[in-house]
């Protein structure tokens, strides 16, 4: 089993970063893809970035590229989501997920396991 637990969110104002955390516990995750997803009120949990297991790969959904960036340190057992120039409507709560995989995953189901997630607001 693989416990997550995220840290970093917070409030912050446009244009304004925030760094992101997922801690991981209970087993390395070093072989593992890691995903970072956000669901707003009202809305289904959506991909944001996913990184490789090696971390020489990753990928974002498009309304974050150039913004955030996935990164991860093995030897930590920690995944990282560096949040910059953050706008209103990324406004979520914030989850990382392990897939027991090599490969990347971008959809909800291919991950196995979830933190508890981290709230992320940005005021106009």
């Known amino acids: 089993q693989v416990q997550l637990v995220e840290s970093g969110g917070g409030l912050v104002q446009a244009g304004g970063s925030l760094r992101l955390s997922c801690a991981a516990s209970?087993?390395?995750?070093?072989?593992?893809?890691m995903g970072w997803f956000r669901q707003a009120p009202g809305k289904e949990r959506e991909f944001v970035a996913a990184?490789?297991?090696?971390?020489?790969?990753?990928y974002y959904v498009d309304s974050v590229k150039g913004r955030f960036t996935i990164s991860r340190d093995n030897a930590k057992n920690t995944v990282y989501l560096q949040m910059n120039n953050l706008k209103p409507e990324d406004t979520a709560v914030y989850y990382c997920?392990?897939?027991?995989?090599?490969?990347?995953?971008?959809?909800?189901?291919?991950?196995?396991?979830w933190g508890q997630g981290t709230q992320v607001t940005c005021s106009s």
């Open positions: 997920a392990a897939r027991s995989s090599l490969n990347l995953g971008i959809t909800v189901s291919e991950y196995a396991y």
């Open positions: 209970g087993r390395t995750v070093s072989s593992y893809a």
């Open positions: 990184i490789y297991w090696s971390g020489g790969r990753t």
